[in-house]
């Protein structure tokens, strides 16, 4: 296999094949998903940085990598010896991947993006930045000819129908809800790229994106009908029956963007980045559609949780609760006693833990134990090889989630494995503080992510710290566990609406010595009216004890530690009955009243 460097240069022969000067290889695919399928994975594969997140950009002589907060470390870490250099977005300095390109460019020179993958608002961007000195973008095939070595084959795995007990909708009932959303925004067209979109509108599910249960597929809507581009032969007899009796025809994956060229009336809404250059393209090529630039109507439709998903949630957050009691008592027990542990082997009781239920079919996301000074690193995840022991002291981070077949949890629990340092005690506790701020805050309607993101970053804010990272995303149902438009950061630019679903996990990231967070899922709800308006507020609808033997119980205010005991009790009641005689005392222990 070739060494970073080689394929550098590999994309390099290339460029000089297209008489170009340099490529952008953003972390994306056709779908503009948020965790690429490996056969897509281009910026990892050329880079060596494995991140989710991140941006490669390559001239004849120079590359750069562009990671957010969350990878600052395992960046570092991965693109040492590389060549390539490693920008950090947000640091003072740090200049923007596009005006990096101009500068580093002659007037004049040929970029090349791949123009099944690239963003179109991706493109729309570069190009704005490029007209200053006459720089051109163009988007072949740049992958297919980059990438003719080590390449893993596109996904297909079964596709499957979530049934409309747990949905609470027909697929025919939310395509109406989309032709209706289409009229709203004045336009009859849809080209839906976002596999998240499909999935929420199709009922469909599959295995094609690693935890995440999506197939590989586009769905175009019009006034009179509803095609789904996906391989046939990976969808059952009967799910395509069904399919059809909800109004939705099957044509083969490839022929999204012929089916886009040969429609012969309509108003198209798209938006930019949701759809690829060369989809995006195709639209604008047909003179038959007028094209009206806006926001994909489905994702607000599939944020906002019906009765029924939030009902199923809530119960698979119960057994999501039960597998992290059962997860921490064995790994706490386990170092206890002196046997040996390591992160991976944490990682794995943990995935173990949530199959024990039936209802349990996949982890939402590679499931993240970073013991010490490796939770500082917000997207660590341990290897069998390389992982640290646990030792009985300090702390164990724990990071995961399970696919259920009624709902999609994420939470993270940072609990003591032994004595804790007075710094990580302080740490640990103005992390709660900031997590039971963000769970009990009330707000006006209309209020957006980015406006509470501020409560929550309080506590930390005036002791001079802060985490380089949202407090919160929005969670898919039976889907992304990373999925919006909603978010508690400060780019959160989404008003959050009752039934809308949103994490609550501020932190503390150390280099070299500690991690911590604390996380729950909160539903929006509303709260009540006033003269001044309509306000919403949060319930919390994780059960999973908060470890309070690391406290330092001063630094918490009367309600503060009024909220943790009742949510405590609410924990206890909730899962005991549920639990094993051991289990029940070891969380009655967990949820023993907090007391001064």
């Given at each position: 296999?070739?060494?970073?460097?080689?394929?550098i240069?590999?994309?390099?022969?290339?460029l000089?094949?297209h008489?170009?000067?340099?490529?952008?290889?953003?972390t994306?695919?056709?779908?503009?998903?948020?965790?690429?399928p490996?056969?897509?994975?281009?910026?990892?594969?050329?880079?060596?940085?494995?991140?989710?997140?991140?941006?490669?950009?390559?001239?004849?002589?120079?590359?750069?990598?562009?990671?957010?907060?969350?990878?600052?470390?395992?960046?570092a870490?991965?693109?040492?010896?590389?060549?390539?250099?490693?920008?950090?977005?947000?640091?003072a300095?740090?200049?923007?991947?596009?005006?990096?390109?101009?500068?580093?460019?002659?007037?004049?020179?040929?970029?090349?993006?791949?123009?099944?993958?690239?963003?179109?608002?991706?493109?729309?961007?570069?190009?704005?930045?490029?007209?200053?000195?006459?720089?051109?973008?163009?988007?072949?095939?740049?992958?297919?000819?980059?990438?003719?070595?080590d390449?893993?084959?596109?996904?297909?795995?079964?596709?499957?129908?979530?049934d409309?007990?747990?949905?609470?909708?027909?697929?025919?009932?939310?395509?109406?809800?989309?032709?209706?959303?289409?009229?709203?925004?004045?336009?009859?067209?849809?080209?839906?790229?976002?596999?998240?979109?499909?999935?929420w509108?199709?009922?469909?599910?599959?295995?094609?994106?690693?935890?995440?249960?999506?197939?590989?597929?586009?769905?175009?809507?019009?006034?009179?009908s509803?095609?789904?581009?996906?391989?046939?032969a990976?969808?059952?007899?009967?799910v395509?029956?069904?399919?059809?009796a909800q109004?939705?025809?099957?044509?083969?994956?490839?022929?999204?963007?012929?089916?886009?060229?040969?429609?012969?009336?309509g108003?198209?809404?798209?938006?930019?980045?949701?759809?690829?250059?060369?989809?995006?393209?195709?639209l604008?090529?047909?003179?038959?559609?007028t094209?009206?630039?806006?926001?994909?109507?489905?994702?607000?439709?599939?944020?906002?949780?019906?009765?029924?998903?939030?009902?199923?949630?809530?119960r698979?957050?119960?057994?999501?609760?039960?597998?992290?009691?059962?997860?921490?008592k064995?790994?706490?027990?386990?170092?206890?006693?002196?046997?040996?542990?390591?992160?991976?082997?944490?990682?794995?009781?943990?995935?173990?833990?949530?199959?024990?239920?039936p209802?349990?079919?996949?982890?939402?996301f590679?499931?993240?134990?970073?013991?010490?000074?490796?939770?500082?690193?917000?997207?660590?995840?341990?290897?069998?090889?390389?992982?640290?022991k646990?030792?009985?002291h300090?702390f164990?981070?724990?990071?995961?989630?399970?696919?259920?077949?009624?709902?999609?949890t994420d939470?993270?629990r940072?609990?003591?494995?032994?004595p804790?340092?007075?710094?990580?005690?302080?740490?640990?506790?103005?992390?709660?503080k900031c997590?039971?701020?963000?769970a009990?805050?009330?707000?006006?309607?209309?209020?957006?992510?980015?406006?509470?993101?501020?409560?929550a970053?309080?506590?930390?804010?005036?002791?001079?710290?802060?985490?380089?990272?949202?407090?919160?995303?929005?969670?898919?149902?039976?889907?992304?566990?990373?999925?919006?438009?909603?978010?508690?950061?400060?780019?959160?630019?989404?008003?959050?609406?009752?039934?809308m679903?949103?994490?609550?996990?501020?932190?503390?990231?150390?280099?070299?010595?500690?991690?911590?967070?604390t996380?729950?899922?909160?539903l929006?709800?509303?709260?009540g009216e006033?003269?001044?308006?309509?306000?919403?507020?949060f319930?919390?609808?994780?059960?999973c004890?908060?470890?309070?033997?690391p406290?330092d119980?001063a630094?918490?205010?009367?309600?503060?530690?009024?909220?943790?005991?009742?949510?405590?009790?609410?924990?206890?009641?909730?899962?005991?009955?549920?639990?094993?005689?051991?289990?029940?005392?070891?969380?009655?222990a967990?949820?023993?009243?907090?007391?001064?």
């Open positions: 296999m070739k060494t970073v460097p080689e394929r240069e590999s994309l390099r022969s290339v000089r094949a008489g170009a000067q340099g490529c952008i290889l953003p994306s695919d056709p779908h503009m998903s948020e965790y690429v490996a056969h897509w994975a281009a910026r990892a594969y050329f880079s060596g940085f494995t991140g989710s997140a991140g941006t490669l950009c390559v001239t004849l002589d120079k590359a750069a990598l562009w990671a957010d907060g969350r990878y600052f470390v395992q960046a870490h991965q693109l040492e010896g590389s060549g390539i250099e490693l920008m950090r977005i947000g640091v300095g740090t200049p923007k991947f596009a005006d990096w390109m101009a500068e580093n460019l002659a007037d004049g020179a040929l970029v090349l993006a791949d123009g099944a993958t690239a963003p179109e608002a991706t493109c729309e961007q570069l190009e704005r930045v490029f007209a200053k000195k006459g720089i051109r973008l163009e988007c072949p095939d740049l992958l297919d000819e980059a990438w003719t070595e390449r893993t084959p596109a996904p297909a795995t079964k596709a499957w129908l979530l409309d007990a747990v949905a609470g909708r027909t697929a025919a009932e939310k395509l109406a809800d989309v032709r209706k959303a289409l009229a709203d925004a004045d336009a009859d067209t849809l080209v839906v790229s976002r596999l998240e979109s499909t999935a509108l199709t009922n469909l599910r599959a295995d094609d994106i690693p935890h995440t249960p999506f197939a590989l597929a586009f769905t175009l809507v019009t006034p009179e509803a095609e789904l581009f996906i391989d046939a990976r969808v059952p007899a009967d395509q029956e069904k399919l059809t109004g939705f025809a099957i044509r083969p994956y490839g022929e999204a963007a012929a089916a886009v060229r040969a429609l012969e009336k108003t198209a809404l798209a938006e930019p980045a949701a759809l690829s250059r060369a989809l995006f393209a195709a604008r090529e047909n003179s038959n559609i094209v009206r630039t806006g926001r994909d109507p489905i994702l607000l439709l599939k944020a906002v949780k019906n009765e029924t998903e939030r009902e199923c949630l809530k698979a957050h119960v057994r999501d609760g039960l597998a992290m009691v059962k997860y921490i064995r790994v706490t027990d386990a170092v206890a006693a002196g046997e040996t542990l390591t992160e991976w082997d944490a990682s794995q009781m943990s995935d173990a833990a949530r199959r024990e239920a209802e349990c079919f996949d982890i939402s590679t499931t993240i134990a970073a013991y010490g000074p490796n939770a500082a690193m917000m997207h660590y995840a341990p290897a069998p090889d390389t992982s640290a646990l030792e009985p300090g164990l981070l724990t990071d995961c989630g399970g696919q259920y077949r009624d709902g999609t939470i993270t940072t609990f003591a494995l032994g804790v340092t007075p710094d990580e005690r302080r740490w640990y506790t103005l992390v709660l997590h039971i701020a963000l009990r805050a009330v707000f006006p309607e209309g209020t957006t992510g980015a406006q509470i993101d501020a409560i970053r309080d506590t930390l804010w005036r002791q001079g710290l802060d985490y380089r990272c949202g407090t919160g995303h929005g969670v898919g149902f039976v889907g992304g566990v990373h999925e919006g438009p909603q978010n508690v950061s400060p780019r959160g630019k989404e008003p959050l609406r009752a039934g679903i949103v994490t609550d996990e501020p932190g503390v990231y150390e280099e070299d010595l500690v991690g911590i967070r996380e729950n899922e909160l929006c709800r509303e709260w006033t003269e001044y308006g309509r306000y919403l507020c319930d919390v609808i994780t059960v004890p908060i470890d309070t033997k406290l119980v630094l918490l205010t009367d309600d503060e530690l009024a909220w943790l005991n009742d949510y405590h009790k609410h924990v206890y009641e909730t899962l005991a009955p549920k639990c094993t005689d051991d289990e029940r005392a070891w969380l009655a967990a949820c023993a009243e907090v007391v001064r």
